[in-house]
Structures are given as C-alpha cells and as structure tokens.
C-alpha cells in the first residue's frame, strides 16, 4: 500500500507543473496571482525535487511537527507526513485548503496532514520544530520577529527561493535554478553574564547578539563565536569555549555563566 501512496504522492507533487511554475513571471510583475486581489502571495506550486530538498536540508523526520506557511495545494505537508512527521498547512485560499484536503485523502494521509484557512500572520507557531514557507521576500521579512521569538530555539525554518534579509542562513542549497535556504532559531544569549571557569575563576562575560552571530568579551579579553539553536561557540584568548544556553545559565564541560539579574 505504501508504494501506491508514494506514487500518488509523487503524481500530485508534478501534476501541476506541466506548464511551468510561472516564479519568472511573478518576478517580472506579470504572472497570475491567486484567486482574489487582496492576496499578499500568490500561488505558485514548488517543483517536486524543490519539496524534497526543503524537507532533506530541514532534516524532516519522524516525530517533527511541521507548519508550512502558504500551503497550496499541500504538497510539502503531504511530502512531510509520507516522511512520518505531523504537518498541517496554513493557506487563505478556500478552494485551494479544499484541494489540499481532498489531496490528502487520496493518499491515505488525513490523519497525519491538516489544512486550515487562516491568515498566515494569525496562526500560533510554538508548537511547531520545523516552518517551511515560499512566499515573497517583503512577506519572509515581515514573518521574522514572529519567527525568532515565538519559536523555541533549534527550530528549523526552511524556505524556497527567498532569504530572511540579514538574517545570515545556516544552511544552503541549489537546486537546478532554484535556491533553498535553512535557518536554526537560535537562543538568547545575548547579556551580561558571570562566568565560572574550569579552575573556579570568576569573570564577567559580555555577548552582544545579532541572530546568530556572537561577539563581546570574556574577562576583558573579546571573542566571537556563533549559535545554532541553543549551543553557543566561540573563541576568547585563543581558547574554544562550548556550552548549551538556558534562559539563565550556559552550561559548558568545563565552565559555566549565570546570567546577572
């Protein structure tokens, strides 16, 4: 039975690009946008090895609860609940939530594979670890604050085609002419912060944060590292230093830091 859904699947992933995805018209200002004006997206089905590479560079696997952000006709949440994982899909488009649903029957994936019609900016996003999206660069932009402070830290965040700005990515890939792009959110560390060393000497440690990028000082001495999700690198004095960030502590293996209050 699972070979007959796969290629289902795989049948639905192409089956609306016989005639092109129309991205390059998009771009010009020319192509067809979704079925109402007031749309801010418009719909554009992403190519099936695009879906693939979205959910290979986001790691998609069993157990993950995936949100994807302008769903269309479903096919990345169709793709993500064949991998096992729970999705569900955020769409505006009536007839297209429908399409998508119908989509997910057909395929025997209802239970594993959700559509609602809401607007994008109004769904809650804490309970998902990975957000997938293809929608415009002034849209990515205006999703970022939501997506860096309503998300937990390691939250996997891939999308098709548009960057986040200056919002360094941490993972990147082309395929064909298309490019996917993959952020971790990454925690707070930014502070002060009183650290302890593996000889029990106390010194204080500044971290300026920009995403995941880390500078600052540590005993006097300044450092850089880096995030990813909640385990802060960086190097001070010539020394790597290694530790998982909480809301008030870095634990490292040899030293730890207590934010100051």
């Not at 505006?92 to 994936?109: C, G, K, M, P, T």
């Not at 993972?171 to 792009?181: A, I, K, N, P, T």
Request: charged share 20%.
């Amino acid at each position: 039975m699972r070979h007959v859904r796969v290629a289902l699947l795989a049948l639905l992933l192409t089956g609306c690009n016989a005639h092109g995805d129309g991205m390059g018209h998009i771009l010009a200002g020319t192509g067809i946008a979704a079925r109402e004006p007031d749309y801010d997206v418009p719909y554009v089905p992403t190519p099936e090895p695009v879906v693939d590479a979205m959910l290979d560079l986001g790691q998609v696997k069993a157990g993950d609860t995936l949100i994807d952000l302008g769903s269309g006709d479903g096919r990345i949440v169709l793709a993500a609940a064949e991998r096992g994982a729970t999705a569900s899909g955020v769409e505006i488009d009536a007839a297209l939530v429908e399409r998508a649903r119908r989509n997910a029957a057909l395929v025997s994936l209802a239970d594993k594979a959700r559509f609602s019609r809401a607007n994008l900016f109004d769904v809650p996003l804490a309970q998902a670890n990975v957000v997938t999206m293809y929608l415009l660069p002034r849209i990515n932009l205006a999703l970022r604050p939501r997506l860096l402070t309503e998300l937990k830290p390691g939250t996997r965040i891939v999308t098709h085609a548009f960057d986040m700005g200056d919002w360094r990515a941490d993972g990147e890939r082309l395929v064909g002419d298309r490019r996917v792009y993959l952020w971790i959110v990454p925690a707070v560390a930014g502070g002060e912060w009183q650290a302890t060393l593996a000889d029990g000497t106390t010194v204080p440690l500044t971290l300026d944060q920009r995403f995941q990028d880390v500078t600052g000082t540590m005993g006097g001495t300044a450092l850089t590292g880096s995030l990813r999700g909640t385990m802060l690198r960086f190097t001070a004095g010539g020394r790597s230093y290694t530790g998982q960030v909480g809301e008030a502590t870095i634990t490292g293996p040899d030293w730890r830091a207590t934010r100051n209050r």
